[in-house]
């Protein structure tokens, strides 16, 4: 999962491009990338750590041009982690940067293909240099041929065909030199894109509320499937290049996207409430009493509300988060993840003691979190505590974008409802159904970590060698630490 942000103006874009990464820079915290154009050449900075600390005041002054793109990186492939910061650059046929939001579960086979058929060697292990390596032949392949005369229809030739042999979610931003701004998302819609319109130019990111944030109107999904390139002339192109059934992340709507954004018309904090309400039907059914509900902070305390509202209880706040800690489960290594925990949330004793309390969280992936949470509210004298998780059990792993890396370490994979409360040291482990989940979100959803279906040509061959490149990849990473 990472954030992704494209403008195309008649200003400097670095600002806007700058500020933006500000707003999705709880989709990736291990590191950024800004690449610009000014018609004549290439400006780029990026780096590991948070964009808040990356850019220097210089940085904005060097990064000139009115088309560029940014990137917030967080990591699910890849062994070198400060060679796979994106965006990354291509000089043939032009000078095209491109990012992306997503995973290609065949990457490793593209890969190998580029170099042995094109003697294009890659200079990192993210997936989306393939991807831009893809569509620069084929942009080169289609200038050869000269069967397509308009610049658009060449454009959107080189993204179909690229588009046909990626296996896997993208949601991708490219700018190309002298040409214009690019865009392209799978057929499925896994990840999100949004597209905005403003009096100087146009956007495209993963948010609509960072959009929103800089000004934009007229904003819209880029649609599965979907290619939209826009002219120098400030011209827009686009055209729907492939069809399928869409099937979107759930885990957007769930954990990754920002409350105040809108996915596919669904509001993300709507659809939480509503995932409150569909996870009380559950728990009512149980007819366990509690005295208080408290919300894991922060992206549980929407649905926290709703489901507190339904079965009649109050609501508090009895976890404080330290602000300054950032994303826990988008941490690279479990060992980044519990020191950061230790710092990130603590009880608030008068709020939690001698109470049964329904702690609601969004999500248990590997269990560790919640133990160590559930630890903290019994140390300051919780009576009882029942978790409550807006999201089913997860048991398989993501192969678009979402770092679950194998199924040996999700805790619902090998481990029943009891194995799990005993691990986590709960009274009780409670989930909401899968058609609550889809009542909820009111969208075709892709609940591949939920059911093992997956919406792409994923088979369990594929499966295995997912499995064990990317645990190669992250033992190599914590041993390099």
Same mark, same amino acid.
């Given at each position: 999962?990472?954030?992704?942000?494209?403008?195309? *103006?008649?200003?400097?874009?670095?600002?806007?491009?700058?500020?933006?990464?500000?707003?999705?820079?709880?989709?990736?915290?291990?590191? *950024?990338?800004?690449?610009?154009?000014?018609?004549?050449?290439?400006?780029?900075?990026?780096?590991?750590?948070?964009?808040?600390?990356?850019?220097?005041?210089?940085?904005?002054?060097?990064?000139?041009?009115?088309?560029?793109?940014?990137?917030?990186?967080?990591?699910?492939?890849?062994?070198?982690?400060?060679? =796979?910061?994106?965006?990354?650059?291509?000089?043939?046929?032009?000078? /095209?940067?491109?990012?992306?939001?997503?995973?290609?579960?065949?990457?490793?086979?593209?890969?190998?293909?580029?170099?042995?058929?094109?003697?294009?060697?890659?200079?990192?292990?993210?997936?989306?240099?393939?991807?831009?390596?893809?569509?620069?032949?084929?942009?080169?392949?289609?200038?050869?041929?000269?069967?397509?005369?308009?610049?658009?229809?060449?454009?959107? =030739?080189?993204?179909?065909?690229?588009?046909?042999?990626?296996?896997?979610?993208?949601?991708?931003?490219?700018?190309?030199?002298?040409?214009?701004?690019?865009?392209?998302?799978?057929?499925?819609?896994?990840?999100?894109?949004?597209?905005?319109?403003?009096?100087?130019?146009?956007?495209?990111?993963?948010?609509?509320?960072?959009?929103?944030?800089?000004?934009?109107?007229? /904003?819209?999904?880029?649609?599965?499937?979907?290619?939209?390139?826009?002219?120098?002339?400030?011209?827009?192109? *686009?055209?729907?290049?492939?069809?399928?059934?869409? +099937?979107?992340?759930?885990?957007?709507?769930?954990?990754?996207?920002?409350?105040?954004?809108?996915?596919?018309?669904?509001?993300?904090?709507?659809?939480?409430?509503?995932?409150?309400?569909?996870?009380?039907?559950?728990?009512?059914?149980?007819?366990?009493?509690?005295?208080?509900?408290?919300?894991?902070?922060?992206?549980?305390?929407?649905?926290?509300?709703?489901?507190?509202?339904?079965?009649?209880?109050?609501?508090?706040?009895?976890?404080?988060?330290?602000?300054?800690?950032?994303?826990?489960?988008?941490?690279?290594?479990?060992?980044?993840?519990?020191?950061?925990?230790?710092?990130?949330?603590?009880?608030?004793?008068?709020?939690?003691?001698?109470?049964?309390?329904?702690?609601?969280?969004?999500?248990?992936?590997?269990?560790?979190?919640?133990?160590?949470?559930?630890?903290?509210?019994?140390?300051?004298?919780?009576?009882?505590?029942?978790?409550?998780?807006?999201?089913?059990?997860?048991?398989?792993?993501?192969?678009?974008?979402?770092?679950?890396?194998?199924?040996?370490?999700?805790?619902? +994979?090998?481990? =029943?409802?009891?194995?799990?409360?005993?691990?986590?040291?709960?009274?009780?482990?409670?989930?909401?159904?899968?058609?609550?989940?889809?009542?909820?979100?009111?969208?075709?959803?892709?609940?591949?970590?939920?059911?093992?279906?997956?919406?792409?040509?994923?088979?369990?061959?594929?499966?295995?060698?997912?499995?064990?490149?990317?645990?190669?990849?992250?033992?190599?990473?914590?041993?390099?630490?």
């Amino acid at each position: 999962m990472c954030g992704v942000i494209g403008i195309i *103006s008649t200003q400097d874009v670095v600002k806007d491009i700058h500020t933006a990464l500000f707003g999705i820079l709880h989709r990736g915290q291990d590191a *950024s990338g800004i690449m610009t154009f000014d018609g004549e050449r290439i400006h780029l900075k990026k780096g590991p750590g948070m964009a808040s600390d990356l850019y220097t005041k210089q940085d904005i002054l060097d990064l000139k041009g009115k088309i560029g793109i940014g990137h917030t990186r967080y990591p699910t492939i890849g062994d070198t982690p400060l060679d =796979d910061i994106q965006p990354f650059c291509v000089n043939i046929p032009y000078t /095209i940067g491109m990012c992306h939001n997503g995973n290609i579960a065949n990457y490793y086979d593209l890969r190998k293909g580029l170099k042995q058929k094109f003697d294009r060697h890659m200079t990192s292990g993210c997936d989306v240099e393939v991807i831009l390596h893809l569509f620069a032949n084929e942009l080169v392949q289609d200038m050869k041929q000269k069967k397509l005369k308009e610049e658009q229809e060449i454009i959107f =030739d080189a993204a179909k065909k690229t588009m046909e042999r990626l296996n896997g979610a993208y949601s991708t931003v490219g700018l190309i030199g002298g040409k214009g701004l690019i865009a392209f998302r799978d057929q499925y819609g896994l990840r999100p894109l949004v597209f905005g319109k403003r009096e100087d130019g146009y956007a495209f990111c993963s948010e609509s509320s960072v959009l929103e944030m800089l000004g934009y109107k007229e /904003i819209r999904d880029v649609q599965p499937g979907e290619v939209i390139f826009i002219d120098m002339g400030y011209n827009v192109h *686009s055209m729907i290049v492939l069809k399928s059934t869409p +099937a979107h992340c759930m885990f957007e709507w769930v954990y990754f996207s920002r409350p105040d954004s809108t996915i596919q018309g669904r509001s993300v904090y709507d659809a939480r409430l509503d995932l409150g309400r569909e996870l009380a039907k559950v728990w009512i059914r149980k007819e366990k009493e509690v005295d208080v509900v408290i919300p894991v902070p922060d992206t549980s305390r929407t649905a926290a509300l709703s489901f507190a509202q339904s079965i009649g209880k109050p609501y508090s706040e009895g976890l404080l988060k330290n602000r300054y800690i950032h994303r826990t489960f988008i941490m690279m290594t479990q060992e980044d993840r519990d020191k950061a925990m230790r710092l990130k949330i603590t009880p608030i004793r008068s709020e939690v003691e001698g109470k049964r309390i329904a702690m609601v969280d969004d999500s248990l992936v590997r269990g560790t979190v919640s133990k160590r949470i559930i630890k903290m509210l019994r140390e300051a004298g919780a009576k009882e505590v029942h978790l409550l998780l807006t999201c089913p059990e997860i048991k398989f792993p993501c192969y678009y974008g979402i770092d679950m890396q194998s199924r040996k370490e999700l805790i619902a +994979a090998h481990k =029943d409802n009891n194995e799990i409360t005993a691990e986590v040291g709960a009274d009780s482990v409670t989930y909401i159904t899968h058609d609550g989940l889809m009542k909820a979100i009111e969208k075709p959803l892709c609940m591949a970590c939920l059911t093992g279906q997956y919406p792409t040509d994923i088979n369990i061959k594929t499966i295995e060698e997912l499995e064990r490149k990317r645990i190669e990849d992250h033992e190599l990473i914590a041993k390099n630490k």
